[in-house]
């Protein structure tokens, strides 16, 4: 019997990089995954490699910053296979380098409403589904959520990575009385293309860039960004029985790049 058989699996950013990768994971280890972003032609093809695998998969073409979208993508879910399981609440954008002078309000809006109450709205309309038999959340902070960006012109991102933080150790203390756990995983530098999505949702602000003082990815341990699908390995563990004692905490993934 596989690790997750019989569990059900609703992921965010699915359509790309850790999501793909973690969706790709769990299902090789029996979830049925439920593929939820903004952009319906990726996760077909997610799905569709999952079901060459023999695994099952649901595409949800869904904005997770939206209060209905959210909501109504676990509906369908529900009705598709009545329960959730697993929750990895991982759909974000990268913060665009500009000095908080310069900054666009709308751009703030935009970074806090894609990766901070996108993460509220998936948590908070994941527990009505989850309360009766418990489950494993796990959201996507970063190196920056407990510490500022090693480098200015990144307040938006670091800010609501920070709160990503917060939020997910509240809601570990709230959930814990139904047996869901949630954890939170910080990764480093990891090999996808998160800055060049993000250019393509911010095509309409205005760009101020500034010189990237730190470059990412110089990671001690193997001299190189992390890979989607080393994230995967520790996105089944946070899944899987493997922890069961393990909620609130927060796990680095970045072969010691923050303590640099
Ligand atoms: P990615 O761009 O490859 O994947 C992110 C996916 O999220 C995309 O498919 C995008 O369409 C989707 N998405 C974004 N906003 C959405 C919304 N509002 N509704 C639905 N879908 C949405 O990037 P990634 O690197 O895999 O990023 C995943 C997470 O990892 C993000 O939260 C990011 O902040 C975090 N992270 C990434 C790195 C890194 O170096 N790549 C490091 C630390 C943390």
């Known amino acids: 019997e596989k690790l997750l058989q019989g569990q059900v699996a609703f992921m965010t950013g699915a359509g790309s990089g850790i999501g793909k990768a973690a969706a790709l994971k769990l299902a090789e280890n029996g979830a049925k995954v ?27 073409e869904a904005n997770v910053s939206s209060p209905k979208e959210v909501e109504n993508s676990y509906k ?16 974000g954008i990268n913060g665009v380098v500009t000095p908080i002078e310069d900054l666009d309000p709308k751009e703030w809006e935009l970074t806090l409403s894609n990766n901070l109450t996108s993460t509220f709205l998936t948590v908070k309309y994941a527990i009505p589904h989850m309360k009766a038999n418990g489950g494993s959340i796990i959201i996507t902070s970063s190196i920056n959520g407990n510490r500022v960006y090693r480098n200015i012109g990144m307040s938006a991102y670091s800010t609501s990575k ?12 709230e959930l814990a009385e139904y047996q869901i756990r949630v954890n939170m995983i910080c990764p480093g530098a990891i090999e996808t293309n998160i800055s060049e999505n993000t250019w393509k949702e911010k095509d309409n602000l205005k760009k101020v860039e500034i010189p990237i003082q730190y470059p990412e990815g110089n990671q001690p341990l ?11 390995d520790l996105i089944l563990f946070l899944a899987s029985s493997q922890s069961s ?4 905490s927060e796990i680095y993934i970045d072969g010691a790049e923050s303590l640099l």
């Open 222 to 232: 193997e001299h190189r960004a992390g890979r989607p699908e080393q994230v995967a």
């Open 162 to 173: 920070i709160g990503q933080m917060g939020f997910g150790k509240m809601a570990a203390l």
């Open 76 to 91: 369908q879910l529900m009705h598709h296979w009545g329960r959730v399981d697993l929750v990895f609440a991982n759909a």
């Open 34 to 60: 439920a593929l939820v972003d903004l952009h319906k032609e990726n996760i077909e093809e997610v799905k569709s490699q999952i079901e060459k695998s023999g695994s099952e998969a649901l595409v949800l």
């Open 245 to 248: 004692h393990i909620t609130g």
